[in-house]
């Protein structure tokens, strides 16, 4: 059984707990595309430079996507926030390493972590900055390639997310068969494509993403930060079509996109509760018209 637990409740000493951190990062090494990428792209590649002010920062496509490295790392900082480690070299070892990650799991009582990025954003848009799409697509590849290795530590414990290059939707659907060849547990995705000049999340652009959802077992995770689920945008773009089912409605005025992928799984940004139903989670895509209100839905928020 998974339990949420409260920010005041982070040490669990119970042993019939496992308790799922559903919301974890990993630090970036500065290498890491300038390591998998081919040569003829390391002057384009993301890279950690570090400033005159002696601090390291992330640029992708020449444009900065962090405050400084130590931004996504502050656990144990003495100072409170919004300081940070200036540095790659002083972000705590767990930040970025996979068995100092482990010994401080087991020191804080977590049995799994489900990981995300940083560079590329959390919903992977940091890479709709660069113009070239092969360059794009090498560098979600490059990501989930390192991101795989990393989690191979312990992939019992390490649960790596799928990112994609949702800005092409076969080569999305591409790169979460194969996340799931590799072992990943989830589907990174943007909670507003429609801010990016893609369609909405109930347009049938995008039935390719869940059919591929269902046919992995991945749900998909919409992190917070790359984009929500707000009412605005539902009305405005779903407002034509019932979104929530009502009794005695015919099956296909259903919440769009729900019946075309029967099994689709999704997880949002807090906390994970498995064998009920989440209550009342924060982001309720399946009210917004996505998926289906059936028992036994794996729809995790």
């Not at 996507?65 to 931004?71: F, I, K, N, W």
């Not at 002083?90 to 804080?108: F, G, N, Q, S, Y």
């Not at 749900?219 to 407002?239: E, Q």
């Amino acid at each position: 059984m998974f339990y949420r637990v409260g920010l005041r409740s982070c040490v669990v000493t119970a042993p019939e707990l496992d308790v799922i951190d559903v919301d974890a990062h990993v630090t970036e090494p500065a290498t890491l595309w300038l390591d998998r990428l081919p040569t003829r792209w390391h002057d384009r590649a993301p890279r950690m430079v570090r400033g005159d002010d002696g601090k390291d920062r992330w640029y992708v496509a020449g444009g900065e996507v962090m405050l400084t490295v130590g931004h996504t790392a502050t656990a144990g900082w003495p100072a409170p926030f919004p300081a940070a480690p200036p540095t790659f070299e002083e972000t705590p070892a767990a930040a970025h390493d996979p068995v100092a990650r482990l010994a401080l799991m087991d020191e804080l009582g977590i049995a799994a972590q489900v990981l995300y990025p940083n560079v590329g954003g959390f919903g992977n848009q940091a890479f709709l900055a660069m113009d070239d799409d092969a360059l794009r697509l090498a560098c979600v590849q490059a990501y989930n390639d390192w991101i795989t290795e990393w989690a191979a530590t312990d992939p019992a414990r390490l649960l790596p997310v799928t990112a994609v290059p949702f800005w092409d939707i076969d080569a999305t659907v591409a790169e979460v068969e194969r996340g799931a060849a590799m072992g990943h547990r989830a589907i990174l995705f943007s909670g507003e494509p429609q801010r990016f000049g893609l369609p909405l999340l109930g347009d049938r652009h995008w039935d390719p993403l869940w059919r591929v959802s269902a046919e992995t077992g991945n749900p998909i995770s919409f992190h917070l930060g790359g984009g929500d689920f707000i009412p605005g945008h539902v009305r405005a773009g779903l407002g034509r079509r019932p979104l929530v089912p009502r009794a005695g409605r015919p099956a296909d005025q259903r919440q769009p996109g729900a019946h075309r992928a029967p099994g689709t799984g999704l997880v949002g940004r807090r906390s994970v509760e498995r064998g009920r139903r989440p209550r009342r989670p924060q982001h309720e895509p399946d009210r917004r018209g996505l998926l289906p209100r059936a028992p036994g839905r794996r729809g995790l928020a």
